[in-house]
């Protein structure tokens, strides 16, 4: 090495400056480099809040040939279904339909009319409730399961039908 150039000799000392500080930097720390301790983990035994959530009031509990609307509504609300099989060619199933919005035990409980006229969209439902006569009120739980079955519409009794509901 040519000592008479001074950036060669710089370079050199500057390296040899370098190798002498990691080997006194290894020796300090037992021969091994410096690595930085992972972070503590606490654990969070804070309770975690509740979510909470919010359901709309009902406005409507009247729904028409949509029987599946219905259940999932009385999922949502916790209400079994009344489901009025009917026509309007049936004189009964239209005075029914127009007292029901009147009728205040049919409050607690979300209605369904499925007219059977209607066989592309309540056929289904016609087959696995067989209504025989209309009009036909059944009170089914949000499992579509029959509670109770009340054929035919005269105002009085119809009353007493639905006080007499779970």
Request: proline share 8%; net charge positive; charged share 25%.
């Amino acid at each position: 090495m040519n000592i008479n150039n001074p950036v060669k000799v710089l370079i050199a000392i500057l390296l040899v400056t370098l190798v002498f500080v990691k080997q006194y930097a290894s020796s300090a720390n037992g021969g091994s480099e410096i690595k930085p301790k992972p972070p503590i983990k606490v654990p969070d035994n804070s309770p975690k809040p509740t979510p909470v959530v919010i359901v709309p009031e009902l406005k409507d509990n009247f729904v028409y040939d949509d029987l599946d609307k219905a259940v999932q509504l009385g999922k949502t609300y916790k209400r079994n279904i009344v489901v009025v099989f009917g026509a309007e060619w049936c004189p009964y199933c239209r005075v029914l339909k127009k007292d029901s919005k009147s009728l205040a035990g049919l409050k607690n409980y979300i209605v369904c009319f499925l007219d059977i006229e209607k066989k592309n969209k309540n056929q289904k439902h016609i087959n696995k409730y067989k209504p025989k006569n209309l009009p036909t009120s059944i009170l089914i739980n949000v499992e579509y399961q029959e509670m109770s079955r009340k054929v035919g519409y005269r105002k009085k009794d119809y009353v007493s039908w639905i006080n007499s509901l779970p």
